[in-house]
């Protein structure tokens, strides 16, 4: 099994910066962040392959920037140019041995205009 940490969360005003992190227990394959705002379905934000190849949501490009770190089992967001709209629970995913998908808790992200 795999645990996610996520860490990083907090209060900004629009257009500050934030970064999030997620360690993993383990060496894992993929792992991606998605958020979820109260009443709305969990979307997918950015996601980054175990050879440093990234992927991010239209709403998210040229603002956020995925990393990782192999050796630590870590990933990171880095946020820039906050918005309102980004205001949700940020969740961290990996994939796991045999293909299995994991979560994190989730942390908060909070963007006042």
């Known amino acids: 099994q795999v645990q996610l940490v996520e860490s990083g969360g907090g209060l900004v005003q629009a257009g500050g910066s934030l970064r999030l992190s997620c360690l993993a227990s383990?060496?894992?394959?993929?792992m991606g962040w998605y958020r979820q705002a109260p009443g709305k379905q969990r979307e997918l934000v950015a996601t980054?392959?175990?050879?440093?190849?990234?992927n991010y949501a239209d709403s998210v490009k040229g603002r956020f920037t995925i990393s990782r770190d192999n050796a630590k089992n870590t990933v990171l967001l880095q946020m820039n140019s906050l918005k309102p709209e980004d205001t949700a629970v940020y969740y961290c995913?990996?994939?796991?041995?045999?293909?299995?998908?994991?979560w994190g808790q989730g942390t908060q992200v909070t963007v006042s205009s």
């Open positions: 980054i392959t175990s050879g440093g190849s990234s």
């Open positions: 995913n990996a994939e796991g041995p045999r293909y299995g998908r994991y």
């Open positions: 383990i060496s894992v394959n993929a």
